[in-house]
């Protein structure tokens, strides 16, 4: 049996009955073929386990990136590498607008996607190319080789001589304490010479822009495109895609952020960064091979233009809107001074019934648009927050005691990766989620409470706060610690770092708690974009819920940048002991400011959310109910389904 689509599609290839060209007639196009309700759902296997892949390499790719920066033999300084990881998000996901509006407008999601992934490999195999230096320290005790290929693509490379030494005790420093007597003493052991740092900016720039290009392509398109090939098995089939493609966003990272980071810190990063490489041939493969079950639709066109459009006749034509608001006060009897229910607004004129030139659903689209974009302003200082993982909380985790697996053996003891305390992260992720949509939500409806995507955004933030403050709290700790206690280094990777007594086990909570905001403020947010897209504007209105994170992370590169010129924020720029910038700083002002911005953040939000209440009780007014796509802070079983009605901020 074939869907009421697939007779429509089956119809528009008969010659007889199409105009010739199938599947809509307007836009030119090869025409629909039907697909199976097993095919659909083959293709859509094929999408995830093809999407999982690709969070393999990216995840290993991005939670290892700021070390890749921070070490031999690049040594960018810890706010360098931090501000490069976040810029790198920032590009990534306000390319995806792009990729978003070419999959909608110019050519299909299968094309857009599959050549992303060309960009992907492209830059991959340059990150490969980079790393394949790091298996040779440039140091005095390394003899200088595979350096060949690295000194080829950076011409400016240099290699620096010398090492601090692994271990100076305070006692050992005529009795005295504290980080500064410790550097004194330590410092003539390194060479007289600068260590040169920041090296390969261009190189590793043109590297990250290549990669950039491909995962956002592919992460703007992929969600969209694997709910279409479910889109007319129903509500519940599509909320279990959505169900289905966070898991695998999740099972990816797993994977990625546990075997991968392993081989990067304790073997080289050049081996991680080639399985990564492999690993994305194979998710390639994966989504090429899922072609003959695809349902896959040319560009439809979107309503950017016609966005633009509507809002320059609306401003051309606001003087109509005062004569037709008057005119409706007189026709309804409505009192000077007060609203009238069903009154013209500012975009209304653009309507062909107020002398405009639009009919009234494309208007409306326009207007559900607007409230689509404040809600994704309101998410950016989250976007912030959260971004921190792969930066600052990376560069803490260095600078605290890391474990090796024995106990037994040298400083060059395999370590637990730092980047492992990420997986804390995903692990309560894959496990509230499940945990949240089986149970508990459904327990909370059975008792007719509705739990609305705007009460799960906003209590995700507040997590996020406490992350963001529980961090601080920790780093405040470490530097204590390092002031009071012997001061080592430990060798991770192919980089030495001063580190305190304090375990890194202790920067446990602050990944659980943005582990947690995450399934509330992120997967209600994804759900929240998808909700309230016109079907013409799907691509474009997932590239800006990514733009929203994109915006998230060039606000982060601009707090960090912006601390670098306050001293007491950072320590001194010191080319011969990178150490001194985190050590002798104070990183824990960091985390308290952004704690403080996303504390503004949610009653931004919350402001946002009152005014939306009151544009929907003015539909409530006009229409006797909300009008389809009006969803936003329905129920949690209404997540995918346009044509929920909206429920209140509330729980208990």
């Known amino acids: 049996m074939y869907s009421e689509e697939e007779q429509q599609c089956l119809l528009a290839n008969d010659p007889v009955s199409s105009g010739g060209d199938g599947c809509g007639g307007a836009v030119r196009a090869p025409p629909c073929e039907p697909r199976t309700r097993t095919h659909r759902r083959l293709g859509c296997a094929a999408i995830l386990v093809s999407y999982a892949f690709e969070r393999i390499t990216f995840n290993s790719l991005s939670c290892s990136l700021y070390m890749f920066l921070n070490s031999d033999p690049f040594d960018w300084f810890a706010y360098n590498a931090a501000i490069a990881v976040n810029v790198f998000n920032a590009f990534l996901y306000m390319y995806a607008v792009i990729g978003g509006l070419m999959s909608d ?18 830059g991959i195999v340059l990150m490969i190319l980079l790393a394949s230096s790091d298996r040779t320290k440039c140091s005095v005790d390394d003899v200088k080789e595979n350096l060949t290929v690295l000194s080829f693509i950076c011409s400016d490379f240099k290699c620096p001589e010398g090492k601090k030494p692994l271990c100076v005790h305070n006692k050992d420093v005529n009795g005295s304490s504290g980080y500064d007597e410790v550097w004194a003493h330590s410092v003539q052991a390194l060479p007289q010479e600068p260590f040169p740092r920041n090296q390969c900016k261009t190189v590793i720039i043109i590297t990250l822009v290549f990669i950039a290009l491909g995962a956002g392509a592919i992460k703007v398109n992929i969600a969209p495109f694997g709910a279409e090939q479910v889109r007319h098995d ?7 895609f959505f169900n289905w493609y966070y898991w695998s966003i999740n099972i990816g990272g797993f994977i990625g952020l546990s075997v991968l980071p392993y081989l990067q810190q304790n073997n080289s990063f050049w081996l991680g960064y080639l399985i990564s490489g492999v690993v994305l041939t194979v998710s390639l493969v994966v989504f090429l091979l899922g072609r003959i079950y695809y349902v896959s639709r040319p560009p439809i066109g979107s309503v950017v233009v016609n966005i633009f459009k509507i809002l320059w006749q609306a401003l051309r034509n606001r003087s109509r809107r005062s004569k037709h608001r008057l005119n409706h006060r007189l026709r309804h009897g409505c009192e000077p001074g007060f609203n009238c229910p069903s009154s013209p607004t500012f975009l209304d004129v653009a309507k062909k019934k107020f002398g405009g030139s639009f009919h009234d659903h494309t208007v409306d689209d326009v207007k559900r648009f607007y409230w689509i974009i404040l809600v994704f302003i309101a998410l950016i200082p989250y976007w912030c927050c959260y971004f921190q993982m792969m930066t600052t909380f990376l560069m803490q985790g260095l600078y605290m005691k890391v474990p090796a697996f024995s106990d037994k053996g040298t400083h060059l003891q395999p370590k637990v990766p730092v980047a492992w305390l990420t997986l804390f992260d995903v692990v309560v992720v894959l496990l509230l989620l499940p945990l949240l949509d089986r149970v508990l939500y459904p327990a909370l409806e059975r008792r007719n409470i509705l739990v609305s995507k705007f009460f799960r955004i906003g209590l995700g933030m507040g997590f996020a706060v406490a992350s963001l403050v529980v961090a601080g709290v920790v780093e405040y700790e470490r530097l204590q610690q390092l002031n009071l206690n012997s001061t080592c280094t430990q060798t991770i990777g192919t980089a030495n770092y001063t580190y305190s007594n304090l375990s890194v086990f202790f920067q446990i ?19 929240f974009a998808y909700a309230e897209a016109p079907r013409s504007m799907q691509g474009t209105i997932m590239g800006l819920y990514l733009l929203s994170n994109g915006f998230g992370a060039l606000f982060s590169a601009f707090i960090v940048s912006a601390t670098t010129r306050i001293p007491s924020i950072w320590g001194p720029n010191d080319n011969n002991d990178m150490d001194k910038i985190v050590n002798r700083g104070h990183l824990y002002y960091v985390f308290f400011t952004m704690a403080a911005v996303q504390a503004l953040g949610i009653a931004l939000f919350l402001f946002i959310v009152y005014r939306y209440k009151r544009h929907l009780r003015r539909l409530d007014s006009v229409h006797g109910h909300p009008p389809q796509g009006i969803g936003g802070s329905g129920s949690r079983r209404g997540t995918i389904n346009k044509y929920n009605s909206t429920d209140s901020l509330h729980t208990t």
């Open 509 to 527: 909570p602050q990944y659980t708690l943005i582990g947690i905001s995450e399934v509330m403020t992120s997967v209600a947010g994804l759900e």
């Open 105 to 122: 407008i110019w050519i299909s999601r299968f094309k857009m996607i599959s050549i992303s992934y060309v960009f992907y490999l492209v």
């Open 234 to 240: 129903g509500a519940t089939v599509t909320r279990t």
